[in-house]
């Protein structure tokens, strides 16, 4: 099911200041500037308020700019990642964040006291209730794109300078899921969470096939990824052990169960689940291992997948068959 809901023109939006700064991409010595803006979109039709992060060049360009949609890992929010996103718009990219329900930032002090007391009595992930309401993260990702053709209402600067025929979807573990879902993995035998807006998938240490979160239909099996035909990279490594220990391999099982043919493969050799610190802080990250190599590996697979895919650049798909399997 691929629906596209009506854009929300009377969204309403809070604004917390902008900032302008200097990149420097470590990988390739790209120089590029770009400012962020911190603001609240708000959701009418689900009574929702959504913290949103949108980064974006601001070298003076003619031409319109594809976009990336970050959905971010369990407990984490739309100020992390930073270093995928700033390479990615140091590369003429803008990049959205969405800070879910599940973020910690959103949480009480009762409540963030809680999880961190069962993080350290080493009580599993789901006792914790953290996934409760993965449902709405698909349905927020969903809502930014409805917005994208009104950007300009948001931030002046991208006013008519947003290509909608070129957007990427990404996610990291919790944020994998998301993704997965936009990209039509059937989740408890059904697509309903699918968006045929999005025309690549960015899989950081996905799930594969469980029971679910919870026991309200939300179990993955074989032939859920039957239906992601979409261009997908998948990033994991070989330490990246899923819930109740199950080796990377099991992260790795969207690619093998999807059909054969846009999908590719990293695997990071030594890497956690933290992929040597993608998303700049140790808090999202299950070790506090950091790995600049693996961080610029990353990026200059993810950079060369959405270039291929969004810009097509040739240039770029050689790198990434010769650097990913297919």
Not at 25 to 35: C, G, L, Q, T
Not at 88 to 113: F, N
Not at 142 to 154: A, E, I, N, R, T
Not at 191 to 201: C, E, G, L, Q
């Amino acid at each position: 099911m691929n629906k596209i809901a009506p854009i929300a023109l009377s969204a309403l939006l809070v604004f917390t200041g902008a900032k302008i700064v200097q990149a420097q991409s470590s990988s390739n010595s790209i120089s590029a500037s770009f400012a962020t803006k911190d603001l609240v979109m708000t959701d009418k039709a689900r009574k929702k308020q959504l913290p949103v992060k949108i980064t974006y060049p601001t070298v003076k360009s003619d031409a319109k700019y594809p976009v990336i949609i970050f959905s971010h890992g369990a407990l984490g929010s739309k100020d992390n990642y930073q270093p995928l996103v700033k390479y990615w718009t140091a590369h003429g990219y803008v990049c959205i964040q969405p800070t879910h329900s599940d973020s910690m930032t959103l949480k009480s002090p009762t409540e963030r006291r809680e999880i961190l007391m069962g993080f350290m009595q080493k009580k599993s992930v789901d006792s914790l209730d953290i996934f409760r309401d993965w449902q709405s993260r698909p349905a927020d990702v969903s809502f930014l794109l409805d917005q994208l053709p009104v950007m300009g209402k948001y931030v002046p600067e991208l006013k008519d300078k947003i290509d909608t025929t070129k957007i990427g979807m990404a996610g990291h573990s919790f944020g994998a899921h998301t993704s997965q879902l936009l990209a039509g993995t059937k989740i408890g035998g059904t697509d309903k969470f699918a968006d045929s807006r999005p025309k690549a998938f960015l899989l950081m240490s996905p799930q594969g096939r469980e029971q679910g979160f919870t026991a309200n239909g939300s179990n993955l099996q074989d032939n859920s990824w039957s239906g992601f035909t979409r261009p997908m990279l998948l990033v994991t490594g070989t330490n990246d052990t899923g819930r109740n220990g199950k080796d990377y391999t099991w992260r790795v099982e969207p690619y093998k169960y999807a059909p054969t043919g846009s999908k590719h493969l990293l695997v990071l050799e030594g890497a956690d689940h933290g992929l040597g610190g993608v998303s700049g802080s140790s808090f999202a990250s299950r070790t506090k291992k950091q790995n600049q190599k693996q961080v610029e590996q990353v990026q200059q697979e993810t950079e060369a997948f959405f270039d291929y895919y969004l810009k097509g650049d040739k240039v770029a798909g050689k790198y990434l068959v010769e650097h990913a399997t297919k």
